[in-house]
């Protein structure tokens, strides 16, 4: 960019994303694989709109579980203070996600959040061999061929609630994720969807959830107010779980630390 004043130019080069393009709209435009209908105004007016609400209300939505859990448990939030007390007051991002514990709570945050909640369908253009494991409802030695072309679907309600991964799964449980039993149950986490379709922005998720997450812990005392477990039970799905209708929301008192 060029600005001239009183006869002075100067030049700031431009800040340009992992793809050489300002923004996600010039690579969508400039995509040469991409068909017109892809570069629509209304197709990119529905891109602005999924991206918004991806990078605004499903991060919310994990904070608002782990909060009301965090001020429910104070164990859990005095364990939580003393692991923090363990790293600078500016620490990165990096550094917040060696921290077990704290890793362990987000983890927990997003199960009971669920993510996006509508049947996550996939179609497999080849021959899928499905054998039933020991976290199968029905365990069979059995295995299963699925025929090219067939519509395969999973709830994240369903995954992260199976009793036979997660105990009690309606019980916000941190330790559930540590040790070789929390790495294996990773295989489970669907809050962020899996694979080749798996959300885009996972990354800039996991570093507001850190980032806010210790901030607010380190630097405020809070207080529930006029909030229960009904205002964090997942009871109507609109694409993402939604508590009661008449819910305000998780609401708190803060006092500076």
Same mark, same amino acid.
Request: glycine fraction near 6%; proline fraction near 7%; aromatic fraction near 8%.
């Given at each position: @960019? ?13 800040? !340009? ?8 709209? +010039?690579?969508?435009? +400039?995509?040469?694989? !991409? ?8 197709? !990119? ?7 918004? !609400? ?135 986490? @669907? ?45 109507? +799905? ?7 209708? +008449? ?5 708190? @008192?803060?006092?500076?630390?």
């Amino acid at each position: @960019m060029k600005t001239k004043a009183s006869g002075i130019s100067s030049e700031k080069p431009l800040c !340009l994303g992992p793809t050489g393009k300002e923004s996600v709209y +010039d690579s969508v435009l +400039d995509n040469p694989v !991409l068909p017109p209908s892809e570069k629509t105004l209304l197709r !990119l007016e529905q891109e602005g709109a999924l991206l918004a !609400l991806a990078g605004t209300e499903s991060p919310a939505k994990s904070l608002n579980i782990i909060f009301y859990h965090l001020l429910s448990n104070p164990k859990i939030l005095s364990r939580l203070r003393n692991e923090l007390n363990t790293v600078s007051e500016d620490a990165s991002w990096t550094e917040l996600e060696q921290l077990p514990y704290l890793s362990a709570i987000l983890e927990e945050g997003n199960r009971l959040s669920f993510g996006v909640t509508a049947r996550a369908a996939r179609i497999a253009q080849e021959h899928l061999i499905y054998t039933p494991t020991s976290y199968s409802t029905f365990p069979s030695s059995k295995s299963f061929t699925i025929p090219p072309g067939t519509p395969i679907s999973i709830t994240t309600l369903s995954a992260h609630t199976a009793e036979s991964v997660f105990p009690d799964p309606f019980i916000f449980r941190p330790e559930r994720w540590f040790e070789s039993a929390g790495r294996e149950r990773r295989k489970f986490q @669907m809050a962020f969807s899996k694979g080749g379709r798996k959300c885009l922005g996972i990354e800039l998720a996991r570093a507001e959830l850190y980032l806010v997450t210790a901030a607010l812990v380190k630097e405020f005392d809070f207080r529930l107010w006029q909030t229960d477990e009904s205002d964090v039970a997942f009871m109507h +799905d609109y694409q993402v779980a939604m508590p009661k209708l +008449d819910s305000k929301g998780v609401r708190v @008192m803060a006092t500076a630390l």
